[in-house]
C-alpha cells in the first residue's frame, strides 16, 4: 500500500514540475526545417504485411483489428499492448520493405490520419515510451515517408517531429526515471543527430543517455531489469544510434560504447542452440533474424558469458549442451514491473532441441499477469504452492495494483535477498550450487539447488535440498518442477520413477528421479512463435518436513527410430503424448 501510494504521489509531484517547467519555457520549438539523416533499422521486417494493413487489417500483440475502412486509430483497442504498438508505428517497417508507390501512399496517409486526429497529443499516444518509440519509428521510416511525398506532407511530419522532441523534453523535465527515461534519451539521441537545428538538444540528450546506460547497464552487461528482452531491444536501438553517431562525424558518448561491448557477450550468456533467448524476467518469444543481425556488429565476436554474477545469471555449456540458470534477486522495484519469481530454475537444451524450459512472457507488451511471473511457471521448486517473491497487488488490494500496474506494472514488493553462488570445474564436469532465502520468512526453508554437467554433455544431474530452519507447520510440502518444451514428447517408463523424452531431431534422453512421487502434468508455453501452446511438466512431490533433497538426472541415451518409440532400452508402457497447439 505505502510503495503505491508514494509512486502515485511521486507521478502527480512530477506531473506538475514538468508542467510548471514546461510554462517556464518558451510556448512553442521551432519545428526542424529539415531531415539530414534517416537512421538504419535492424528489427525484422515482413512486406506480406504491407497488404493486410492495406486490407484494413492491423494484427498487434497476438490480436487482430479489421477497420473496415475506418481510421484504425478509432477503433477500441482490443488490448493495451495492442494499442501501444498501433501507436508506436514500428509497423512502417513492413510497408517499407514492401518498396511498392501503393505501400509508402497507404502509409502516408495512415501517419495522416494520425495526426489530423490530434491522437499524438493525447492518451496512451501521448505516454513518453510510446512517443519516443514513433519518433525513432519516423526518422528510421522517413524515406518510406517522404518518398514522393508533396512540401505540405514534409511539413506536417517535420512539426510532429519537433512536437514529439517537445513532449520527450517535458518528459524528462517532469522526472521520468527507469527503463522510459532511458528510452526517452536515446530517442532524444536520434532527434538530436537526425534534425537540423537541434545541435544543443543532441548534447543534452548525449549526456542524459550517458548517465542513464552508466546507471541501468551492469558491469556483466546484463539490464538492471534482469530481462533478456530489455537487452534486446536496447542493442536494437543502440547499434544503429551508434552508426548514426559514425556518420555525422560525431563522437558518441563512451558509455554507449562500453554499453555495446559488454551487452554482447551478455546476449549470448541467454541464446541457446537453436537460436532463442531463454525465458526469464519478461523474456518471451525470439525472433531469431533479429538475434542473427545484432550478433553480426559484435566486433569482438565473444564468446557468451559464462558467469554473470552483477545480472545474475549462470550457464552451464558441454558437448553441445546448454544449460542457463537464474541465480539472481529480484530487480529494484522500479525496475521489477516484469521480473519475475524464478530464482534457481533452468533452462536445458541439447543441440538445438529445448528440453526444459520456463513457461515465459505471453506476446506482446505491457503488464505481464503475475501468474506468467509466479514460481510455479518456472523450472524450480516452489514451497506451498507460493511463489519466492510477492508481487504488489497478489493477495492484498487488487484494485490499486491495477492502477499502479497501469504505470510501472506490478513491482515485486520482497523476494530472495541471500542468493549465494559457486562454480567449479570437478573431472571435466561443471558444478553449479546456489541457494536462496526467497521462502525463509514464510515457511522458514531455504532452497538449495546444486546441478553438474557432464563433461560431454549427456548428463544434467541434479539436487533439490530444503534446509528447515524454523519450518511453518502444515505449510512443508514442495513440488519440482520441470516445465517442458512444446517439441518434447513425454511419456513415463514402467519404473514409475523415470520419463522418456523424444525429442524433435530424434534423440531420446530419459529423466529420472529417487525416492519420490512423480507426474506428468499439463503446462502451458507462452513463447511459442504462433502464441500460446499446451504442454507437459515433469513434478516431483515431497514434504520438506520428511524429506530435506531429491536427486534427478536427465541423461541422453541415443536417437529413436522412425515411429518415435525405443521400447527396447526404456521399454514406456504407453505411446507418447501428441502436442498440439491451443
Given at each position: 500500500?505505502?510503495?503505491?501510494?508514494?509512486?502515485?504521489?511521486?507521478?502527480?509531484?512530477?506531473?506538475?514540475?514538468?508542467?510548471?517547467?514546461?510554462?517556464?519555457?518558451?510556448?512553442?520549438?521551432?519545428?526542424?526545417?529539415?531531415?539530414?539523416?534517416?537512421?538504419?533499422?535492424?528489427?525484422?521486417?515482413?512486406?506480406?504485411?504491407?497488404?493486410?494493413?492495406?486490407?484494413?487489417?492491423?494484427?498487434?500483440?497476438?490480436?487482430?483489428v479489421?477497420?473496415q475502412?475506418?481510421?484504425?486509430?478509432?477503433?477500441?483497442?482490443p488490448?493495451?499492448?495492442?494499442?501501444?504498438?498501433?501507436?508506436?508505428?514500428?509497423?512502417?517497417?513492413?510497408?517499407?520493405?514492401?518498396?511498392?508507390?501503393?505501400?509508402?501512399?497507404?502509409?502516408?496517409?495512415?501517419v495522416?490520419?494520425?495526426?489530423?486526429?490530434?491522437?499524438?497529443?493525447?492518451?496512451?499516444?501521448?505516454?513518453?515510451?510510446?512517443?519516443?518509440?514513433?519518433?525513432?519509428?519516423?526518422?528510421?521510416?522517413?524515406?518510406?515517408l517522404?518518398?514522393?511525398a508533396?512540401?505540405?506532407?514534409?511539413?506536417?511530419?517535420?512539426?510532429?517531429?519537433?512536437?514529439?522532441?517537445?513532449?520527450l523534453?517535458?518528459?524528462?523535465?517532469?522526472?521520468?526515471?527507469?527503463?522510459?527515461?532511458?528510452?526517452?534519451?536515446?530517442?532524444?539521441?536520434?532527434?538530436?543527430?537526425?534534425?537540423?537545428?537541434?545541435?544543443?538538444?543532441?548534447?543534452?540528450?548525449?549526456?542524459?543517455?550517458?548517465?542513464?546506460?552508466?546507471?541501468?547497464?551492469?558491469?556483466?552487461?546484463?539490464?538492471?531489469?534482469?530481462?533478456?528482452?530489455?537487452?534486446?531491444?536496447?542493442?536494437?536501438?543502440?547499434?544503429?544510434?551508434?552508426?548514426?553517431y559514425?556518420?555525422?562525424?560525431?563522437?558518441?558518448?563512451?558509455?554507449?560504447?562500453?554499453?555495446?561491448?559488454r551487452m554482447?557477450?551478455?546476449?549470448?550468456?541467454?541464446?541457446?542452440?537453436?537460436?532463442?533467448?531463454?525465458?526469464?524476467?519478461g523474456?518471451g518469444?525470439?525472433?531469431?533474424?533479429?538475434?542473427?543481425?545484432?550478433?553480426?556488429?559484435?566486433?569482438?565476436?565473444?564468446?557468451?558469458?559464462?558467469?554473470?554474477?552483477?545480472?545474475?545469471y549462470?550457464?552451464?555449456?558441454?558437448?553441445?549442451?546448454?544449460?542457463?540458470?537464474?541465480?539472481?534477486?529480484?530487480?529494484?522495484?522500479?525496475?521489477?514491473?516484469?521480473?519475475h519469481?524464478?530464482?534457481?530454475?533452468?533452462?536445458?537444451?541439447?543441440?538445438?532441441?529445448?528440453?526444459?524450459?520456463?513457461?515465459?512472457?505471453?506476446?506482446?507488451?505491457?503488464?505481464?499477469p503475475?501468474?506468467?511471473?509466479?514460481?510455479?511457471?518456472?523450472?524450480?521448486?516452489?514451497?506451498?504452492?507460493?511463489?519466492?517473491?510477492?508481487?504488489?497487488?497478489?493477495?492484498?488490494?487488487?484494485?490499486?495494483?491495477?492502477?499502479?500496474?497501469?504505470?510501472?506494472?506490478?513491482?515485486?514488493?520482497?523476494?530472495?535477498?541471500?542468493?549465494?553462488?559457486?562454480?567449479?570445474?570437478?573431472?571435466?564436469?561443471?558444478?553449479l550450487?546456489?541457494?536462496?532465502?526467497?521462502?525463509?520468512?514464510?515457511?522458514?526453508?531455504?532452497?538449495?539447488?546444486?546441478?553438474?554437467?557432464?563433461?560431454?554433455?549427456?548428463?544434467?544431474?541434479?539436487?533439490?535440498?530444503?534446509?528447515?530452519i524454523?519450518?511453518?507447520?502444515?505449510?512443508?510440502?514442495?513440488?519440482?518442477?520441470?516445465h517442458?518444451?512444446?517439441?518434447?514428447?513425454?511419456?513415463?517408463?514402467?519404473?514409475?520413477?523415470?520419463?522418456?523424452?523424444?525429442?524433435?531431431?530424434?534423440?531420446?534422453?530419459t529423466?529420472?528421479?529417487?525416492?519420490?512421487?512423480?507426474?506428468?502434468?499439463?503446462?502451458?508455453?507462452?513463447?511459442?512463435?504462433?502464441?500460446?501452446?499446451?504442454?507437459?511438466?515433469?513434478?516431483?512431490?515431497?514434504?520438506?518436513?520428511?524429506?530435506?533433497?531429491?536427486?534427478?538426472?536427465?541423461?541422453?541415451?541415443g536417437?529413436?527410430?522412425?515411429t518415435?518409440?525405443?521400447?527396447?532400452a526404456?521399454?514406456?508402457?504407453?505411446?507418447?503424448?501428441?502436442?498440439?497447439?491451443?
Open positions: 500500500m505505502g510503495l503505491a501510494l508514494g509512486e502515485l504521489a511521486r507521478r502527480a509531484r512530477n506531473l506538475a514540475t514538468g508542467s510548471l517547467r514546461a510554462l517556464l519555457q518558451p510556448m512553442r520549438r521551432q519545428a526542424p526545417s529539415r531531415l539530414i539523416i534517416a537512421p538504419q533499422d535492424l528489427r525484422t521486417t515482413d512486406p506480406t504485411v504491407a497488404g493486410d494493413i492495406y486490407a484494413g487489417y492491423f494484427a498487434f500483440a497476438g490480436r487482430v479489421q477497420a475502412g475506418r481510421s484504425p486509430f478509432e477503433a477500441v483497442p488490448s493495451r499492448a495492442w494499442a501501444e504498438q498501433l501507436y508506436s508505428f514500428g509497423w512502417l517497417r513492413h510497408l517499407r520493405a514492401a518498396d511498392s508507390a501503393l505501400a509508402r501512399a497507404n502509409a502516408r496517409a495512415l495522416d490520419d494520425f495526426l489530423a486526429g490530434g491522437h499524438d497529443r493525447r492518451g496512451l499516444a501521448a505516454e513518453p515510451t510510446i512517443v519516443a518509440r514513433r519518433l525513432i519509428a519516423f526518422l528510421t521510416q522517413s524515406p518510406l517522404l518518398e514522393g508533396d512540401h505540405a506532407f514534409y511539413r506536417r511530419l517535420m512539426k510532429a517531429l519537433g512536437r514529439s522532441v517537445s513532449q523534453q517535458r518528459a524528462l523535465a517532469g522526472g521520468a526515471r527507469g527503463e522510459e527515461r532511458l528510452m526517452t534519451a536515446v530517442a532524444l539521441a536520434y532527434a538530436g543527430l537526425c534534425l537540423d537545428g537541434y545541435a544543443r538538444l543532441h548534447r543534452g540528450a548525449s549526456r542524459t543517455l550517458a548517465e542513464e546506460l552508466s546507471r541501468q547497464i551492469l558491469p556483466d552487461g546484463g539490464h538492471i531489469s534482469r530481462n533478456p528482452r530489455v537487452l534486446i531491444d536496447l542493442l536494437a536501438d543502440l547499434l544503429p544510434l551508434r552508426q548514426t559514425a556518420a555525422r562525424s560525431v563522437e558518441p558518448p563512451a558509455p554507449l560504447l562500453r554499453a555495446i561491448d554482447m557477450p551478455m546476449l549470448r550468456l541467454f541464446r541457446h542452440g537453436d537460436g532463442s533467448i531463454a525465458l526469464f524476467n523474456m518469444g525470439t525472433a531469431p533474424d533479429l538475434i542473427a543481425t545484432l550478433l553480426v556488429y559484435d566486433d569482438a565476436r565473444a564468446q557468451g558469458m559464462e558467469h554473470a554474477p552483477h545480472s545474475g549462470e550457464r552451464l555449456q558441454a558437448g553441445g549442451t546448454v544449460v542457463i540458470v537464474d541465480t539472481g534477486r529480484p530487480p529494484p522495484a522500479a525496475f521489477s514491473g516484469e521480473a519469481a524464478g530464482c534457481l530454475s533452468f533452462e536445458l537444451t541439447a543441440g538445438i532441441s529445448r528440453i526444459v524450459v520456463n513457461c515465459g512472457a505471453p506476446r506482446g507488451t505491457g503488464p505481464v503475475v501468474a506468467t511471473r509466479s514460481t510455479a511457471a518456472h523450472s524450480t521448486a516452489t514451497v506451498h504452492d507460493a511463489s519466492s517473491c510477492h508481487f504488489a497487488g497478489a493477495g492484498d488490494d487488487l484494485s490499486l495494483g491495477a492502477r499502479l500496474g497501469r504505470w510501472i506494472g506490478a513491482p515485486i514488493l520482497s523476494g530472495p535477498q541471500d542468493v549465494p553462488v559457486s562454480r567449479r570445474g570437478e573431472d571435466g564436469d561443471v558444478v550450487v546456489a541457494a536462496h532465502d526467497g521462502y525463509v520468512q514464510r515457511f522458514g526453508i531455504v532452497h538449495e539447488r546444486r546441478l553438474r554437467l557432464a563433461a560431454g554433455g549427456e548428463q544434467l544431474a541434479g539436487e533439490d535440498i530444503f534446509i528447515l524454523d519450518p511453518t507447520p502444515g505449510m512443508t510440502d514442495v513440488a519440482v518442477r520441470f517442458l518444451h512444446p517439441s518434447v514428447r513425454a511419456s513415463r517408463l514402467q519404473s514409475g520413477q523415470a520419463v522418456m523424452l523424444l525429442l524433435p531431431d530424434g534423440e531420446a534422453w529423466f529420472e528421479a529417487e525416492h519420490v512421487p512423480l507426474a506428468i502434468e499439463e503446462s502451458v508455453f507462452f513463447a511459442a512463435p504462433d502464441g500460446t501452446r499446451r504442454t507437459e511438466q515433469i513434478v516431483l512431490s515431497l514434504d520438506a518436513a520428511d524429506t530435506h533433497a531429491v536427486r534427478w538426472s536427465f541423461q541422453r541415451i536417437r529413436h527410430n522412425s518415435g518409440a525405443r521400447r527396447s526404456a521399454r514406456p508402457d504407453e505411446e507418447p503424448l501428441p502436442l498440439e497447439g491451443i
